[in-house]
């Protein structure tokens, strides 16, 4: 599997947008970017995916870099509820059963 | 409601016996699987089935056997336990599991094995 790099953690403040970074040099053109969360004692939560289109839900902003050896998460006005761990996970496209693999992510920690 | 369903929440074993951890989905996927996370350690991908097949076991040892009685259940047997099996166990699911498709967590159950 291709590898992913991410900060370990980041700091912010409630209300503040959050640029969270994912670089992923070796991605493939058929590998989908991933971005799953999860919070203490809960399981991962999906934020949002993309191939190479910027994409945007009610939860986050993905930019995607035109070369796509990079990609970050951006989070608008940020709350308490925002802490989590931030993942960002790669995964191959009808190549035959893939699983997801998670790192250790960016583990944002927003102060009131 | 709960679409994924993991029961218990909170499990205590002693040394040297037997639990099975419950899952069911209800979600309609095809395709489930299994995590665990010791404390402070990422997420470790342990199983997937796919239309009640086991498809990958990254798990070395096999006190650890799931169980598909239905398509959409998933439990997951543990024999002999032991202390470094304590960790939270956490269930998944996906429409199928060939294709770049989302996944969906269950709560987890935290096993305490003492």
């Known amino acids: 599997d291709a590898k992913t790099t991410q900060p370990d953690s980041m700091e912010s403040t409630e209300g503040e947008t959050v640029h969270l970074p994912c670089s992923h040099a070796?991605?493939?053109?058929?590998?989908?970017i991933y971005w799953y969360r999860q919070v203490p004692l809960q399981g991962p939560e999906y934020v949002t995916h993309?191939?190479?289109q910027n994409t945007t839900n009610s939860m986050a902003f993905l930019a995607i870099a035109s070369d796509r050896k990079s990609s970050t998460l951006i989070l608008p006005h940020v709350s308490l509820r925002d802490a989590a761990v931030y993942h960002c996970?790669?995964?191959?496209?009808?190549?035959?059963?893939?699983?997801?693999?998670f790192g250790k992510g960016t583990s944002l920690t927003v102060i009131p | 409601d709960p679409k994924i369903i993991q029961k218990p929440k909170y499990l205590v074993a002693v040394t040297g016996s037997e639990k099975i951890l419950i899952c069911e989905q209800y979600?309609?996927?095809?395709?489930m699987y299994w995590y665990r996370q010791s404390a402070k350690k990422p997420l470790e991908f342990m199983f997937s089935y796919s239309y009640q097949k086991l498809m990958d076991n990254q798990t070395a040892s096999s006190r650890f056997q799931p169980q598909s009685s239905k398509k959409n259940h998933l439990d997951l047997q543990i024999t002999a336990l032991k202390p470094d099996d304590s960790a939270t166990y956490f269930c998944?699911?996906?429409?199928?599991?060939?294709?770049?498709?989302?996944?969906?967590f269950g709560s987890g159950t935290r096993l305490t094995v003492l």
């Open positions: 998944a699911s996906s429409q199928e599991q060939y294709s770049a498709e989302t996944l969906y």
């Open positions: 993309g191939l190479q």
């Open positions: 070796t991605i493939s053109g058929n590998e989908y």
């Open positions: 996970i790669l995964r191959v496209l009808n190549t035959g059963y893939q699983n997801f693999y």
């Open positions: 979600l309609g996927h095809n395709a």
